[in-house]
């Protein structure tokens, strides 16, 4: 069974960047849509970015533009999402889940394996 381990997470000022990576165990990543979600206090969890098993990827237009880029290495089974220019607002637990199949999507109930998160926290 697929299991998910996220790192990465830590205290940054604004401004600066983190990159987190979410490793796979058990099986590999291959054939898997991942997507990197948050969730901040009080708030639902909302996507961040998700990236096909070919690699080919989208990031939440509310989050984006080149900030919050996600990529793969299959042979490496591990997903990243690099956070860069990082705001007080991107403070939350990162999540990374996976899905069977090839297609976009940000949408949690889709996602069927998730890890257990890491928190980011950017504050000065």
């Known amino acids: 069974q697929l299991q998910l381990v996220e790192s990465g997470g830590g205290l940054v000022q604004p401004g600066g960047s983190l990159r987190l990576s979410c490793v796979a165990s058990r099986e590999s990543l291959d054939d898997s849509t991942v997507a990197w979600f948050r969730q901040a206090p009080g708030k639902e969890r909302e996507g961040v970015a998700s990236?096909?098993?070919?690699?080919?990827?989208?990031t939440d237009v509310d989050n984006a533009g080149d900030r919050l880029l996600i990529s793969r290495d299959n042979a490496k089974k591990t997903v990243y999402l690099q956070m860069n220019r990082l705001k007080p607002e991107d403070t939350a637990v990162y999540y990374c889940?996976?899905?069977?199949?090839?297609?976009?999507?940000?949408?949690?109930?889709?996602?069927?394996?998730w890890g257990q998160g890491t928190q980011v926290t950017v504050s000065s």
């Open positions: 990236i096909t098993p070919a690699g080919a990827s989208a």
């Open positions: 889940a996976a899905r069977s199949g090839s297609s976009f999507s940000l949408e949690v109930s889709r996602y069927t394996t």
